[in-house]
């Protein structure tokens, strides 16, 4: 249900893109059509992008409603709280402000003649009101592809206000923008020059290539150096035939249950903590992929609160201390996530507590859309790792650490960094 809900809202975010800037160009356009037929026409199919726009608004929308309704807030709060307004609001003031003076404008072209569109004409078909809702959708569409890919987590105000400024200061500038192009439109026709639109394509170009030179900053700044301290941090599975005498026959097969350690089993011992106990320390692991750098490349990773390795987060304990940390998965891949050292007690899955008998691991498979919270004592003393055991993930970044309080360790990895990742398959498990 995860998996779908979250494709269905990442494939209406990609075509919400595309019918924004779509729409966004012909209804800038109108204004310089030379004939009532041409613009009666135009009109008209401006209508559908219109219509197409706010379906996908409301698939963006009901993805977002859906998870909320079903699964954990770190699972949805960023796309409730910033991806639905992204799409929905340009889509409310498409309706509130352009629609009204789009079929205003369809019918009064509605004779569809040869003649060319007089001053009011011109003028509603330039209004400020009429064109930049859909020159918004455009920019909102933009922003709403950087947090689809670039997502606050752990959600962060901050992370959204400066992309909210820009917008709006981006938005305030069409507007005066299009308010001048209104008023040109009043004392004349408006005369389409492509020269001018080849100057905005060299313009853009200039832009991309001026942000490519932080982009390729960032990439650089990225790469692992050959020496790297042990304490960095912020803050395949084989099978085969088995038989009793080794012959490799494949046995008989009875019928089974699907094994649910949830309610496996009965309680045979009390548990040492529970959902109840007091805490010394809580913390939140967030898994997902977004796009970063890593190691001198830009791609899609699996994160750990949204960060790689070495800039995911070190979890600090004391020794003794009672540990509870909730597992969030929000990507759409399976996680086992492996903790060195401890055992963790698993106190519920998705808001279920565990009903059967006690339930220890050290590698927990949090499929997506899941949500674990999980316990430990802290009593063993070192700096230990704490890593997807999908090594292929581990190897791209997904790896963390758990420090204890006054210790630390003189050791670095000084191999070249082609060795490391050849060598994680064995140093990792």
Not at 47 to 55: G, R
Not at 112 to 130: G, L, M
Request: proline share 6%.
């Amino acid at each position: 249900m995860y998996s779908l809900l979250s494709n269905l809202e990442l494939i209406a975010i990609m075509l919400f893109v595309l019918f924004s800037f779509i729409a966004a160009n012909k209804a800038a356009k109108l204004v310089f059509n030379q004939t009532e037929k041409q613009l009666y026409r135009k009109t008209r199919k401006l209508l559908f992008w219109s219509v197409s726009l706010s379906l996908l608004a409301v698939a963006v929308a009901a993805a977002d409603l859906m998870l909320a309704a079903a699964f954990s807030p770190l699972l949805w709060l960023d796309r409730l709280l910033i991806r639905t307004p992204l799409a929905v609001i340009p889509a409310l003031l498409i309706w509130l402000g352009s629609y009204p003076r789009l079929r205003k404008l369809s019918q009064r072209t509605n004779g569809q003649t040869d003649a060319p569109p007089d001053v009011a004409r011109r003028r509603q078909a330039s209004a400020p009101a009429f064109i930049v809702p859909y020159q918004l959708a455009a920019l909102s569409s933009m922003a709403l592809f950087y947090f689809a890919f670039f997502p606050p987590v752990p959600f962060r105000w901050l992370a959204v206000t400066v992309p909210a400024a820009l917008l709006l200061f981006i938005a305030s500038l069409l507007w005066m923008l299009q308010t001048h192009r209104n008023q040109l439109a009043a004392k004349a026709p408006l005369l389409y020059r492509p020269w001018r639109r080849r100057l905005k394509h060299t313009g853009v170009l200039l832009a991309a290539a001026a942000v490519s030179i932080p982009f390729i900053t960032a990439m650089e700044g990225s790469r692992l150096p050959d020496n790297l301290s042990m304490m960095a941090g912020k803050g395949n599975s084989f099978g085969g035939l088995i038989s009793k005498n080794g012959s490799g026959e494949i046995l008989s097969q009875t019928a089974t249950t699907t094994l649910d350690s949830l309610n496996y089993g009965t309680i045979a011992e009390l548990a040492p903590f529970n959902m109840s106990s007091h805490y010394d320390r809580e913390f939140k692991m967030i898994l997902d992929k977004r796009f970063a750098f890593y190691d001198g490349s830009f791609a899609a990773y699996d994160t750990i609160n949204g960060e790689v390795f070495p800039n995911t987060p070190m979890f600090v304990v004391k020794e003794g201390e009672l540990v509870k940390t909730t597992i969030v998965n929000r990507s759409l891949v399976d996680h086992p996530m492996h903790l060195h050292g401890h055992h963790m007690l698993v106190l519920s899955r998705n808001n279920k507590p565990v009903s059967g008998s006690l339930w220890w691991s050290d590698t927990l498979d949090v499929a997506p859309g899941e949500t674990y919270v999980v316990a430990f004592v802290a009593d063993n003393p070192g700096i230990w790792m704490d890593h997807c055991h999908n090594l292929v993930h581990a190897a791209a970044g997904m790896t963390m650490h758990l420090m204890y309080e006054g210790v630390s360790s003189p050791l670095r990895s000084v191999q070249p960094l082609s060795i490391i990742r050849n060598s994680l398959y064995w140093t990792l498990v």
